[in-house]
DNA sequence: TACTCGGACTAGAGCGCTCTAGTAGAGCGC
DNA sequence: GCGCTCTACTAGAGCGCTCTAGTCCGAGTA
């Protein structure tokens, strides 16, 4: 910075003006410092930066590795961060980097406020972060912390999803549970809900699962197994997300089992698996790119006006209507 | 910093001493120190620490949202940076954010290193990032510049696939080409030689596309289409990568086409898809783990070592023989 | 002319660390 | 006692910026 100002023949402060865009600073000197700049190939060191400003305008964003769902997230958080004026900073829990140990390393870079996605840490860390720093948690609702909230209404999304069903004739309709994954207690209970209101309180079937695709095969092959010992199939199955539903179409579809034809699928997330498979998976979407800058524009509200509360933000799912979900077969007399 | 070193009665220095865990501190003070930092809630931070130590030890990650293979690869970075006391800082490129986007704000953060994750951009632009910081791409060659490079054989992966495939009687062996993807060039290649080497020269056919799943999903509408005009299916296909073949494999198994059976299909990558799907995908495996550790170990040499050149890594990849590949159907005669 | 005012620019402190050079004191041999 | 070394510790400069509190100068005003 020193030589850019010595061979520009301006001051340090002058500098760091031009580099900051602030008013103060000639239009011509403006071009001479950014020429030399360019010519000595000066970039200006984030790090003091950060330091001399006491503020690093960094979110964190803290994401697991495999997730699809987030990753559409992610491409959501960008540009709304940068339309703020915030840096982003990506930290990714894996296998053998807890989230803890990704959160952790977020806090060590200075970020001023950390967006969690589906995080599955403990609810007493969370709140102890909250009460640390400025935390958003999507899609996972932490009861009892101190973190912003976003997440879709679950609830209507699997009602509208569940309606679609039985509009179309299907009584036998089974819930793959989500296990511990976000959101997946409310999907549940809406599903058992529905269920009930439709007066198929008979029919619940949950069967316990997790938002990955294994889950989905290994559901599969339960049902077939389930069905070469007589038991029919179901006409329909609510997955926990697109993931598991994938899994299970493959093993449907590998077994025979025709979708829609035989067994209706219903999707959950609308991430862009869904649109890519051939017949279109029926889902429920959540539009990552608003949930993404509802996210965003928390962690900066809240950076902004201290005062603020810890707000939620409930986004309205969508029932999108592929190609997997179908009439419900006649049922054999 | 000064309230844990008041606090614990000591001097700043000394506080430095026990957070960089240096010698030059009894014990009982460094516990003394960790103790008192801990009840103030004092954390290290990095931008202070980076700016006076001249260096950050932080490696930063380019990766494209949605690439699977990438997730894959960011796993395996983690642990081998933090084995060699780096840190890791990710950026995304996505759809909006540009790769050379996604490197300047690394390069922001004083990232002594960038890891490039199948970069896309031009060789020039590489080639100045190369002279300006240590580079390393993965999967992507990069004629010319001076990066160093970590790849799998490409050519020897193909030629394991094809074999397998000639062995099994087939002929009639389409490839889908990978685009501008990494690798794709090398492996069409390697197709080539294969099916010359084999005497299938007049069977030659390859197809392009790109590493998706809409690519599978076209080139298997395409096929499709072909066959019902007349054209026969091939009896196999190489396709450009794990995505790839999953969009073709959903395609054609939903059109009533069995895989194997019908038609054998291998992919390419080896990523976590591959498992999943209910039979498993014959694929050719790029062990991502190993991938990243060179990628990273290269990094670091050069770090530490600034007259060293960039290096190649080629590694061997290794066919993984799973359940979409079987024996060539009999030609009706 | 004397003044104010605002735009263009500068000096220098300070951000929270690390690191070099140094001190103080204990332990040792002679 | 002396010098020596070794360990435990400290003072203070400096990393590359930003920011506050200025200075300087020319145009506008009375």
Redesign the interface.
């Known amino acids: 910075m020193a030589d850019v100002a010595e061979k520009a023949g301006v001051s340090r402060a002058l500098v760091s003006i031009v580099f900051r865009n602030q008013p103060g600073a000639s239009q011509e000197t403006r071009e001479r410092v950014l020429r030399v700049a360019d010519e000595i190939?000066y970039?200006?060191?984030?790090?003091?930066r950060?330091?001399a400003r006491g503020r690093?305008r960094t979110l964190g964003v803290m994401f697991t590795?495999?997730q699809?769902f987030h990753?559409?997230l992610?491409?959501g958080i960008?540009?709304e961060a940068e339309r703020l004026g915030y840096?982003?900073?990506?930290?990714?829990a894996?296998?053998?980097?807890s989230e803890e140990k990704a959160i952790e390393?977020l806090?060590?870079?200075?970020c001023e406020a950390v967006i969690l996605l589906g995080p599955d840490a403990e609810s007493a860390y969370l709140d102890e972060l909250g009460h640390?720093t400025v935390t958003v948690s999507v899609s996972r609702r932490v009861p009892h912390a101190r973190v912003d909230f976003v997440h879709s209404a679950e609830g209507k999304g699997v009602r509208q999803a569940m309606d679609h069903l039985v509009e179309l004739g299907h009584r036998r309709i089974v819930h793959i549970d989500g296990g511990r994954g976000p959101g997946s207690a409310e999907r549940r209970r809406a599903y058992r809900a529905a269920m009930r209101r439709h007066g198929l309180e008979s029919d619940v079937r949950v069967i316990p699962g997790a938002h990955t695709?294994?889950s989905g095969?290994e559901t599969?092959?339960l049902l077939l197994a389930e069905r070469d010992r007589g038991r029919p199939l179901p006409t329909a199955v609510l997955a926990g997300n697109d993931r598991c539903a994938m899994?299970l179409l493959?093993?449907l579809?590998?077994a025979g089992v025709e979708v829609p034809r035989d067994v209706s699928v219903v999707g959950y997330d609308d991430s862009?698996?869904s649109h890519?498979?051939?017949?279109g998976l029926t889902t429920v979407r959540q539009d990552a790119v608003l949930m993404a800058e509802h996210a965003v524009r928390f962690a900066v509200d809240r950076l902004e006006d201290r005062g603020l509360e810890p707000r939620e933000a409930v986004l309205d799912p969508k029932l999108v209507v592929r190609g997997t979900s179908g009439p419900a077969p006649r049922e054999p007399a």
Do not use: C, Q
Request: proline share 6%.
């Open positions: 190939g970039r200006p060191d984030s790090a003091a950060l330091l690093s590795v495999h699809t990753t559409d992610i491409a960008y540009p840096d982003v900073l990506l930290s990714a894996a296998y053998g980097r390393a806090l060590g870079h200075r640390r695709e294994e095969i599969g092959r899994g493959m093993t579809t590998r862009h698996l890519l498979m051939p017949i």
